[in-house]
T-cell receptor, first 112, second 111 residues
Framework: NAGVTQTPKFQVLKTGQSMTLQCAQD?????MSWYRQDPGMGLRLIHY???????DQGEVPNGYNVSRSTTEDFPLRLLSAAPSQTSVYFC???????????FGPGTRLTVT | AQRVTQPEKLLSVFKGAPVELKCNYS??????LFWYVQYSRQRLQLLLR??SRESIKGFTADLNKGETSFHLKKPFAQEEDSAMYYC?????????????FGKGTLLTVNP
């Protein structure tokens, strides 16, 4: 049971490049979320999903896309990276009936 | 709108001293409150949930609805308590809740 996994751990992008941050969980959790963590800003919700095929926007969705084709995977896409997207990104999941979120190890992204 | 305020970005105490990490919230409904912790080079993990009213690693937190607070306390801090602590609030909208996090408090326990 690997829990929540994220790849890559580190990534450097140039402005305008696109990439996908991967997130997977093997706990059969219905709910999955993406957060960004910035100094002095705490954790802010980007997008979330309540089940396969269902996604919704969080607090800071601009510049990011998500999809949920399977229960296990919830990739986060940056279509045209900007320096303001330099951050640490965390994926999290939970069961529908539980309040406890399980977090991945994070992806540190730098956009130059 | 729901909001979580952690007034201290940094908190430094000596080993053995009491520690209190402050958390205030703003929410019109009945809140569910949590403390998450992130130790160095580790992922975030749930520390406490107010409804369970338990003590984890010596930490306790009491929900005070009158003061809209959920402060985290420990009577005798240990060096291994050094970490980033986040207070979080879930709206009571059933299973479709969203977690709102505070900005976090970095606790350093000095030897």
């Amino acid at each position: 049971n690997a829990g929540v996994t994220q790849t890559p751990k580190f990534q450097v992008l140039k402005t305008g490049q696109s990439m996908t941050l991967q997130c997977a969980q093997d706990m059969n959790h219905e709910y999955m979320s993406w957060y960004r963590q910035d100094p002095g800003m705490g954790l802010r919700l980007i997008h979330y999903s309540v089940g396969a095929g269902i996604t919704d926007q969080g607090e800071v969705p601009n510049g990011y896309n998500v999809s949920r084709s399977t229960t296990e995977d919830f990739p986060l896409r940056l279509l045209s990276a900007a320096p303001s997207q330099t951050s640490v990104y965390f994926c999290a999941s939970r069961l529908r009936e539980s309040y406890e979120q399980y977090f991945g190890p994070g992806t540190r992204l730098t956009v130059t | 709108a729901q909001r979580v305020t952690q007034p201290e970005k940094l908190l430094s105490v000596f080993k053995g001293a009491p520690v209190e990490l402050k958390c205030n919230y703003s929410y019109s409904g009945s809140p569910e409150l949590f403390w998450y912790v992130q130790y160095s080079r580790q992922r975030l993990q749930l520390l406490l949930r107010h409804i369970s009213r338990e003590s984890i690693k010596g930490f306790t937190a009491d929900l005070n609805k009158g003061e809209t607070s959920f402060h985290l306390k420990k009577p005798f801090a240990q060096e291994e308590d050094s970490a980033m602590y986040y207070c979080a609030l879930a709206n009571s909208g059933g299973s479709n809740y969203k977690l709102t996090f505070g900005k976090g408090t970095l606790l350093t326990v000095n030897p």
